[in-house]
């Protein structure tokens, strides 16, 4: 080809892409002002309507495929095609979304008349269509919900494929359903917990077409959510989750159930193909859309664990927001900065607008209640990992030694010493972690001095640990603990660190049917003495692998990390922390106490923290330091038996 060919070729291109570019840059697009898009389109006048998309699968064996239903509120834009906002749930029938569980509705005809929380109302009118997906085996949806698996992630896998063209869809009267018409395929895939692990997984897959995802709260493994590290949080879980979320006939998923049963494999604990099936962060380099995550420090139903591997493996534009809260939807938390932030990260990159979201630093973490700051990245710059030496103390509490502040990555060698003690099943995380100072059967405890400066922990926190075990294997739970008096989130009360107003405002445009305006919320913050920074747990016979157990013998020696869950938190000066070490944990597990006596030996053992900058940990004084008792009025409630939760 001639050189003046090729320049003919690159510029018939460019008059080309630029006759596309034209509209959104020109104003020709109604919604389109700027950088930005503004209210252009009706919300009451909005085009609503039901279809049943068709997957490849039939995982219920009645000799169809699948169908998923597909809820659709969307602009009449005219000849403008606009991209898709989507939220793929199994929670649409069964139990409703957002704080106020919000639940679709139908008209006469079985078409949509509202959907919860307010991204319909508020995109819509902005030029995005909003698509509500109920995931296979729920509310109107065939097939059987496999919690996590294929038939869920494929599912809503689906949906985007026929926005794209690449799949069929019906309406209710089985007449053929298009999109091509409406939409450029382009999808943003949003959701809470369960629905925010969907749009991992779908995002996991590399499909064509979606290009963010806003994982909120949400699963990466679910390995790591039912399973800590071989230990049970409950037994037959995937079980109970899919009779939860069920919407079809029990006998039309028998076989489905059967296989949750056998798949997960309770009686081992361990890592198979069943959970390597629903672990999506193999598959982060596959991941083409960017991510907005968004999760709670102190989110004890879907642990930070969730975000902070996947986070770290993601290779594709990411924005992390990161509360002091537990399970709690950003919309609860600072709702005028959540909806602009939202709003501008589905401009930039649903509608193709340069608004430099991009460009602005990529974490906002909440570092104290109601304080807010931004960061390059997570962890945060200058954060590195400091071993932290374990002494003998006073005999009965040890102390944590200071690394040199020098951001050197060891603190130098632990003490001698040894500390031996009995499983004690019955001893509950407030009474483990109350009075570190006196002797308290099933737990040790170990204390640094009184911090000379503010100490910034930003990254995942573990405790190796030297130890012989009389039995086959033990639980092993390590908890990091703040003491010193300070405001601090409660995130252990109902609101999980929210409270309810009785004000209301509203975040979009309303219809009889479908109200945009919903309760204001406030952070619950209280003064205590105490807070427990982040937990981890390990199954002493998984310490080699989680793929088998390898039963330990009871004379000899044995190095096993407990890994804990990832945390950014400063831990201010003049507060003391603490390393409370046990065995069963009946607060966030369901283990099976084997009775065992573990016995530690101090100088192999030791506390790696991710410190930043310089900031370290005072060397120890003999004694171990003193610490204040929580006052009656900071103490929960007696905790109860764990149970199971929903994601």
Known sequence: MSRRLVLAVVAA???TLALTATPAHAGNVPHIRGTETVPAYSYADAVRES??????????????????????????????????????????KCCG??????????????????????????????GYAFVAADLAGTSRSTGCEDVGGREEVQSAKAVIDWLNGRAKAFHADGSPAVATGWTNGKVGMIGKSWDGSVANGVAATGVEGLETIVPISAIS????????NGILRSEDYPEYLHGYVNGRPAEACADVLAKLDTGSDDATGDYNAYWAQRNYRPSARSVHASVFL????????????????????????????????????????????????????????????????????????????????????????????VRVALGDGDGTTGTLGGSSGSGSSDS????????????????????????????????????????????????????????????????LTARLVDYGS???????????????????????????????????????????NQAILTRGWQDAAHHVSLRFTTPLKPDRWYSITVPMQPTDQIVKAGHTLGLILQQTDNDYTSPTPTGATVTLDLRGSSLSLPLVGKSGLPKPSAVPATVQAPAPAEKLAPAQPFRPIVP
């Open 97 to 126: 979304r957002g704080n106020e569980n919000e639940k679709k509705t139908y008209d006469a005809n079985g078409v949509i008349a509202s959907q919860p929380l307010f991204y319909d109302n508020y995109f819509v009118p902005r």
């Open 221 to 228: 493994s679910w390995y790591d959510y039912q399973r800590y």
């Open 486 to 528: 300070a405001a601090r989130i409660n995130y252990q009360a109902s609101g999980e660190g929210i409270t309810k107003l009785t004000t209301e405002s509203c975040w979009g445009e309303s219809t009889a049917a479908d109200n945009a305006c919903y309760f204001d919320t406030a952070e619950n913050v209280v003064t205590a």
């Open 412 to 475: 130098g060698s632990s003490g001698g010493g040894s500390r031996t003690w009995l499983d004690v099943p019955t001893l509950r995380e407030r009474t483990a972690v109350a009075t570190p100072n006196v002797a308290v059967a099933g737990r040790q405890a170990f204390l640094s001095a009184p911090l000379t400066g503010d100490v910034r922990l930003s990254g995942t926190p573990s405790a190796t640990l030297r130890v012989k075990v009389d039995k086959p294997t033990t639980s």
């Open 51 to 92: 279809v049943w998309v068709q997957t490849n699968l039939d995982n219920d064996a009645d000799g169809v495929r699948d169908r998923v239903a597909v809820d659709i509120v969307r602009p009449r834009a005219g000849h403008v095609r606009v991209p898709v906002v989507m939220e793929g749930s199994p929670y649409y």
């Open 13 to 15: 291109l460019g008059a």
């Open 294 to 385: 968004v999760h709670g420090i102190n989110d004890t139903n879907v642990t930070t664990t969730q975000f902070g591997q996947w986070w770290n493996d993601l290779r594709v534009p990411k924005k992390i927001w990161l509360s002091q809260m537990g399970h709690v939807d950003p919309f609860d938390i600072r709702r005028d900065e959540w909806v602009d932030t939202l709003h501008r990260w589905f401009d930039r990159y649903l509608q193709g607008l340069h608004n430099g979201i991009d460009r602005e630093p990529a974490a906002s973490i909440e570092t104290a209640p109601g304080t807010w700051e931004n960061q390059r990245t997570w962890p945060v710059p200058g954060a590195h990992p």
